[in-house]
């Protein structure tokens, strides 16, 4: 049974600092990876997916890292902003039926 | 992309009652998912609910519980029945992109069962 692990659960950085979230999943044979920001009150909102033959994505500050034989993922966020604190959830897709498997979360705070 | 509603946005319901939650998606799909996330916890997934077809269930999720409908390629239905307190959660509907695997979310129907 896949399980989805995020460490840390919580982060609290200064403003401008460049952090790592990290994602480890048990079984190696996903087919994909995404991961998403909830926002408190919202919904998620998709940031990165990442294919199972793929090694990184990029999207602004936002780089995602895929390391299927060790299943680890990675989010750097660069030059943190405020406005980037949220929850970020890794998940993992084990078929091409677009089930999900999430992560507990990271809850991000970044302070002015 | 597409863009997810869903109705009603939060509730507060009394044990024993039953609440349908609906979700409409401005674009045709082919799978629905719903996901429940209980309160500090992440999202699990409920069903797949396929047009035409009946939904599959996950494991520790029943029909006679969560009773789901999916009358066309725009829309579904999840249904919390016999509601205790225990089901307050968070309910989100997702569905795949048309030509990607990324999954959109809607917004979430926040219940509370007093």
């Known amino acids: 049974k896949q399980e989805v692990t995020q460490i840390p659960a919580a982060l609290s950085v200064p403003e401008g600092e460049n952090l790592v979230l990290n994602c480890s999943f048990t079984?190696?044979?996903?087919?994909?990876l995404q991961w998403f920001r909830q926002d408190p009150g919202k919904g998620l909102t998709s940031l990165l997916l990442?294919?199972?033959?793929?090694r990184e994505q990029t999207s602004g500050r936002l780089n995602a890292s895929l390391d299927k034989s060790s299943g680890r993922s990675t989010l750097y966020i660069a030059a943190s902003q405020p406005g980037d604190s949220a929850t970020y959830l890794c998940a993992v897709g084990d078929n091409q039926g677009g089930k999900l498997i999430f992560g507990q979360g990271t809850e991000l705070s970044v302070k002015p | 992309s597409a863009v997810i509603s869903q109705k009603p946005s939060r509730d507060i319901c009394q044990r024993g009652t039953s609440l349908t939650i609906q979700c409409q998606v401005d674009s045709q799909v082919t799978m629905m998912f719903w996901y429940r996330q209980q309160p500090g916890q992440s999202l699990t997934l409920i069903a797949t609910a396929n047009q035409g077809s009946e939904a599959t269930y996950e494991s520790g999720f029943v029909i006679d519980k969560f009773p789901i409908s999916r009358p066309n390629l725009t829309f579904s239905t999840l249904t919390v029945s016999n509601m205790s307190p225990e089901d307050s959660s968070i309910y989100l509907c997702?569905?795949?992109?048309?030509?990607?695997?990324?999954?959109?979310f809607g917004p979430g129907t926040r219940l509370t069962v007093l």
């Open positions: 079984d190696s044979a996903i087919y994909n």
């Open positions: 997702s569905v795949e992109g048309d030509f990607t695997d990324t999954q959109y």
């Open positions: 990442i294919q199972s033959s793929q």
